[in-house]
């Protein structure tokens, strides 16, 4: 299994997953340019991607798509209210258009699409299913319903939103409707709300992204320390128990090649 999450913000995301020889994009919200050179530098031809499944129709989840399927024709997947809601429809070929419900399949991988609580059309993440492996996204998430807790379980690697510090949101310089936006049931995921999530998640030593990191309201050492604390607070060991990595808004951030092989 190969997973780099080539970029994470609310500038522009776009994560690459393989297993078992099958090649996916999961969004795809920085340049094609910007994608294939980042995939060049883990070693992967933009030629070779077998599919992109999108997980709403946001513009930092969606802005290279018009030039990946100009160019290189890459079938892409997604709800039909998320196409219909897409900026760019008219700019995307139908050919490359695929609608998906709950579960797909694409090369050798099973998907499962599960709905997330966002202020989008039909917004979900997913869950990718090798033969033995499995790698699930959850990033732009007002909380963390059953369905997100029940998908997240059994994950070997996992791809979590933790948005913003709380205290540096309600504090920090954004319109008070846009906090509002940030922290309802329909906007992004708390470092805390993350944490808990990680509490409740059924796997033994998962790898674990934190994603989508606010520039404004959240930085890395905030971060560690509040979902270090509540995590070792509930007896899971940090490196032992689950690695934590932070994805990145300009900067790959890839599996280590020894784990999941």
Request: include cysteine; glycine fraction near 6%.
């Amino acid at each position: 299994m190969h997973v780099s999450v080539l970029a994470s913000g609310s500038k522009g995301n776009s994560i690459f997953v393989e297993i078992n020889n099958t090649r996916l994009l999961i969004d795809a919200g920085i340049s094609a340019r910007r994608i294939s050179k980042s995939l060049l530098g883990i070693g992967v031809d933009i030629n070779n991607i077998d599919g992109i499944i999108i997980t709403h129709e946001h513009r930092d989840h969606i802005n290279g798509l018009p030039t990946l399927c100009k160019k290189y024709n890459i079938p892409i997947y997604s709800r039909a209210a998320t196409f219909k809601a897409m900026y760019c429809l008219e700019k995307l070929s139908m050919e490359c258009l695929h609608p998906i419900k709950d579960n797909f399949q694409i090369g050798s991988l099973s998907i499962d699409a599960f709905n997330t609580s966002h202020d989008a059309a039909d917004p979900v993440g997913y869950s990718v299913h090798g033969k033995q492996q499995k790698c699930t996204v959850a990033t732009d998430l007002g909380f963390v319903t059953s369905t997100v807790q029940e998908a997240i379980d059994e994950s070997d690697v996992l791809i979590l939103e933790a948005n913003h510090d709380q205290k540096m949101l309600r504090e920090g310089n954004y319109p008070w409707s846009l906090k509002q936006r940030i922290m309802s049931n329909r906007g992004h995921l708390s470092n805390s709300d993350a944490a808990w999530a990680l509490v409740r998640m059924k796997k033994h030593n998962p790898y674990v992204f934190l994603a989508h990191m606010s520039e404004e309201n959240n930085c890395p050492a905030v971060a560690k320390q509040t979902i270090t604390q509540i995590i070792k607070q509930q007896g899971i060991n940090p490196g032992e128990d689950m690695t934590l990595q932070f994805a990145k808004q300009n900067e790959t951030v890839t599996l280590p090649a020894n784990k999941f092989i």
